[in-house]
């Protein structure tokens, strides 16, 4: 619209006012209606946030505690909880705490930073399609990977720290590139999808060059998978999501002001440029520790935020941040049960589940929301 | 001031060919800048077919294009049975990829969408594998069927899970896509995981190129290449009408909905044969676009008509400068199409001010 900036625009405000400015009474008709109505909302919104956010847990909850109990030697829950306290047969304390916790650790890690990593690019970018997997960050992450498996020869942590450096390098030149008055959200966005076409390219060369047998170790890798998880390789993980949430948690109330747009968030005394900055350094943080850990797992990180979004319907930042990780904790979590335990003898990869499993569901419950709420 | 997220509508500095003209004289500018755009096309296929592995003179080319027999044999097989089919189905693929996307991108009225989102691809490679894996198809020109049923059938699919019962809006078809191309991405591995020859046949279909395609089946996908054409070129006007939001257009007195079904059908016919012709090449219908738009404005009558040449530019030049930066190895034609496209989204992009918000 223009002319909705500063200074009085004639005929914006009601029109015959004789006076040089409309005064402020006009703009808020009936201060205390409003309040009474906007306090009505919130009541409402507060208890189907609880709902939600108590539904997810549970669910998480018990996928957790399937992911103990089954397996190869399914365990009563009486000695999962034993063996969880270290007082159960030797046996079972290895099963448990050796195998089957940090796997379930790992994917609910995973599963909440995808989520989280989801949210932020959306709503930072303001566009569905700005998710890692879409704008570049996870192709980054697996050209990285399939170089450092294919051509280096390399397995197990160093094909993480490849995948992480991948991600990290396209999401600054995505910044770099970006970023001209200020980084604009479809510039960006588009920007990373070039990049992602290159990575993918790179991806293309690389498994059509290599021998086969290679190619298809390295495509394992490409779908997600979580397999044996190593103690190492936990605690870096958990230690880099914690210290994301606490950025997250840090620049949480500025991301809720730049959706009102940059301008808005301006007026209320954000710094715009380093704001968008430090929430995109969190977000590709976010997607590079979970790509690094599992590989990118399809679809999580993309969908996400929209279920969250459409379970709350339009909550708030925080409570839609905290929606979004649950989320991608229950898809990674449910999605590993399913790929461990629904095929007998047959070892699948989570991403390939996420995919054929869980965007059929996320999809449906998307259609359910749209036909009820009307458009998004 | 890049980030005001209004300018959509503006004529914008974007308008290299249109800006500060009347109406008349902008009109023959950018038929002029079409015309040249044609003579465009013929030396990327004069290029295709002189250049390669082994650069073959001009006197050569058009004798063995002419049926004489006179000339080198060998040189005129290799213009013959393999430059000249690679040239026609870049050719044609290319022009249907750029127009393909033009309309994927007002239809979705999201400008980073490309006809990949439809989930034209992912259905075209789960056919493909599983035609290696099934039916032990071995040539890319067997595949020609495969690709086409599954780049439909994932498309209708799309489009019916994202119309529902009130009709597919933009955000709805761009979640669609992105949850069916999952699904089908995940079985296609899961075949792929499972079985290492058929791995080892769609690795090479799966980057996209143009090599050993058979020029015949460009024939035999013409009437589904013409009619996505006409019905493309016939929706530019309705598309102009979409992009003010579907409230607008109604009060313009369009059918929204029907103009939406009409653009999908156009696509999935263009897109699926393109993707049938020369495998996954998207980043064609990504591109091109953008490009058009830059030239021309924001009316997808043109956009949708420079989009056709400048398309076909792309693929046959990038399948050319394969042939020519590997040698004697080749580069396949997807593959070059990112290396090339790439840098010119991004510099299209970083120089825009108007039309991307």
Request: one cysteine or more; charged letters at 10%.
């Amino acid at each position: 619209m223009p002319g909705s900036g500063s200074g009085p625009t004639p005929g914006s405000a009601s029109g015959p006012t004789p006076g040089p400015r409309p005064g402020p009474e006009t703009v808020v008709p009936d201060p205390l209606a409003d309040r009474r109505m906007l306090a009505a909302v919130r009541r409402i919104g507060l208890g189907r946030r609880l709902i939600v956010m108590g539904v997810l847990v549970v669910l998480l909850v018990v996928l957790a505690c399937l992911a103990l109990v089954l397996g190869d030697r399914v365990l009563a829950p009486g000695d999962v909880v034993a063996s969880l306290l270290g007082l159960g047969s030797g046996g079972d304390n290895f099963v448990v705490q050796g195998l089957r916790l940090p796997r379930l650790t790992l994917g609910l890690l995973v599963g909440a930073a995808f989520g989280l990593a989801g949210a932020v690019f959306q709503s930072l970018l303001g566009n569905p399609l700005a998710s890692p997997d879409i704008i570049g960050i996870s192709q980054g992450a697996s050209a990285a990977a399939v170089g450092a498996i294919l051509v280096l020869g390399w397995g197990g942590i160093g094909v993480s720290f490849a995948a992480f450096a991948g991600a990290v390098v396209v999401a600054g030149l995505i910044t770099l590139l970006a970023t001209r008055n200020g980084v604009a959200g479809s510039r960006f966005v588009l920007i990373g999808i070039a990049l992602a076409f290159l990575a993918q390219a790179l991806i293309g060369y690389l498994l059509t060059r290599a021998d086969v047998r290679d190619a298809q170790s390295a495509l394992v890798w490409l779908v997600g998978s979580i397999g044996t998880v190593k103690g190492e390789e936990l605690a870096v993980t958990a230690t880099a999501g914690l210290v994301l949430v606490i950025g997250l948690i840090l620049l949480a109330p500025r991301l809720r002001m730049l959706q009102l747009g940059d301008e808005t968030a301006a007026g209320l005394g954000v710094r715009v440029t380093p704001t968008r900055l430090l929430l995109t350094l969190v977000a590709v943080g976010f997607a590079a520790v979970a790509t690094a850990a599992a590989g990118p797992v399809a679809f999580v990180a993309f969908v996400a935020a929209p279920i969250a979004r459409r379970l709350l319907g339009g909550a708030g930042t925080a409570s839609a941040l905290v929606a979004s990780a649950l989320v991608g904790a229950v898809v990674v979590t449910g999605a590993d049960v399913i790929a461990q335990h629904a095929f007998p003898g047959l070892q699948v990869p989570v991403g390939i589940v996420t995919g054929i499993v869980g965007a059929p569901i996320l999809l449906g419950l998307l259609a359910r929301g749209n036909r009820t709420r009307g458009t998004a | 001031m890049t980030a005001t997220p209004r300018n959509a509508g503006k004529p914008g500095a974007a308008e290299l060919l249109s800006a500060h003209h009347s109406p008349a004289r902008r009109r023959l500018i950018r038929v002029l800048g079409l015309g040249g755009l044609l003579v465009g096309v013929l030396v990327a296929v004069g290029l295709s077919l002189f250049l390669g592995s082994r650069s073959i003179d001009v006197s050569t080319v058009l004798e063995a294009l002419s049926g004489g027999r006179s000339g080198d044999a060998v040189e005129q097989m290799v213009v013959l049975d393999l430059r000249v089919p690679r040239t026609i189905v870049g050719v044609v693929a290319g022009a249907a990829l750029g127009l393909a996307g033009t309309l994927m991108q007002g239809l979705t009225r999201n400008p980073l969408a490309d006809p990949g989102l439809l989930g034209v691809n992912s259905g075209a490679s789960l056919a493909v594998v599983i035609s290696i894996a099934v039916f032990g198809v071995a040539s890319p020109a067997g595949y020609i069927w495969f690709a086409f049923l599954g780049a439909t059938v994932a498309a209708v699919l799309v489009y019916a899970v994202a119309s529902g019962r009130t009709g597919p809006t933009p955000l709805s078809l761009t979640l669609a896509g992105a949850a069916v191309t999952a699904v089908l991405t995940a079985l296609t591995t899961l075949v792929l995981l499972r079985d290492l020859d058929t791995l080892a046949q769609y690795r090479f279909w799966s980057v996209g190129s143009l090599v050993a395609r058979d020029a015949g089946t460009v024939v035999t996908l013409a009437p589904f290449l013409l009619v996505g054409a006409v019905l493309a070129l016939v929706l530019g006007r309705s598309l102009n009408g979409l992009a003010l939001g579907d409230d607008v257009a109604r009060g313009l007195g369009q059918r929204v909905g029907l103009t939406r079904v009409v653009a999908g059908i156009a696509v999935i016919l263009l897109c699926g044969s393109a993707t049938s012709l020369a495998g996954p090449l998207v980043f064609v219908g990504l591109v091109v676009p953008h490009v058009a738009r830059r030239l021309v404005g924001a009316d997808f009558r043109w956009i949708a008509a420079y989009s056709l040449p400048l398309g076909a530019i792309l693929l046959v030049l990038a399948d050319t400068l394969g042939r020519l930066i590997a040698q004697p190895a080749e580069l396949e034609a997807g593959i070059v199409v990112a290396v090339i496209g790439a840098p010119v989204l991004i510099a299209l992009v970083r120089r825009d001010r108007g039309v991307i918000r």
